[in-house]
């Protein structure tokens, strides 16, 4: 089941009101092209996707961000009891790494995966939910610029 697609959220969330859409804040240290790039895919997004709860989105001038546990990753998604809004935090710096616009934006969707996993409770395993999210990272990235008429190397 694609869980960008499904809408099991409906019957779940159907008696609770949340804001929806999209929020991104960013730190004033991220180069502004990122922030634009952010702003036109989110845009794409939202006419593409539903988002029922709001997800708020922070992109972090950084290589890496850290997890609770204490380890490194590209990427985070967090969702809270129904009180708080699940959160994605994004490292978007370049670097050693070298990302280009195509890799921030395709972890950003893998962790966007995650909020629609969340969203509809999906019960999968770890390694079967990263899986997905790893899908439908190129997938994503891949219509945007079909979408968009660029050209793209995912």
Same mark, same amino acid.
């Given at each position: 089941?694609?869980?960008?697609?499904?809408?099991?959220?409906?019957?779940?969330?159907?008696s609770?009101?949340?804001?929806?859409?999209?929020?991104?804040?960013?730190?004033?240290?991220?180069?502004?092209? /990122?922030? #634009?790039?952010?702003?036109?895919?989110?845009?794409? *997004?939202?006419?593409? =996707?539903?988002?029922?709860? &709001?997800?708020?989105?922070?992109?972090?001038?950084?290589?890496?961000?850290?997890?609770?546990?204490?380890?490194?990753?590209?990427?985070?998604?967090?969702?809270?009891?129904?009180?708080?809004?699940?959160?994605?935090?994004m490292?978007?710096?370049?670097?050693?790494?070298?990302?280009? /616009?195509? #890799?921030?934006?395709?972890?950003?969707?893998?962790? *966007?995966?995650?909020? =629609?996993?969340?969203?509809? &409770?999906?019960?999968?395993?770890?390694?079967?939910?990263?899986?997905?999210?790893?899908?439908?990272?190129?997938?994503?990235?891949?219509?945007?610029?079909?979408d968009?008429?660029?050209?793209?190397?995912?």
């Amino acid at each position: 089941m694609n869980p960008w697609e499904c809408k099991k959220w409906r019957k779940i969330y159907a008696s609770k009101k949340f804001r929806h859409g999209i929020v991104i804040l960013s730190e004033d240290t991220v180069p502004q092209n /990122i922030r #634009d790039e952010f702003s036109q895919f989110n845009k794409w *997004l939202i006419n593409h =996707f539903d988002f029922p709860i &709001q997800i708020k989105t922070t992109l972090i001038n950084s290589k890496m961000v850290q997890m609770n546990n204490g380890a490194w990753t590209y990427g985070i998604f967090k969702y809270y009891s129904s009180n708080r809004y699940p959160v994605i935090k994004m490292p978007v710096a370049s670097g050693e790494i070298n990302w280009d /616009i195509e #890799d921030i934006l395709g972890s950003y969707v893998h962790e *966007l995966t995650h909020y =629609f996993q969340w969203l509809n &409770q999906y019960e999968q395993t770890d390694q079967e939910s990263e899986r997905q999210a790893n899908y439908h990272r190129y997938r994503k990235i891949r219509n945007y610029y079909k979408d968009i008429g660029r050209d793209t190397i995912v």
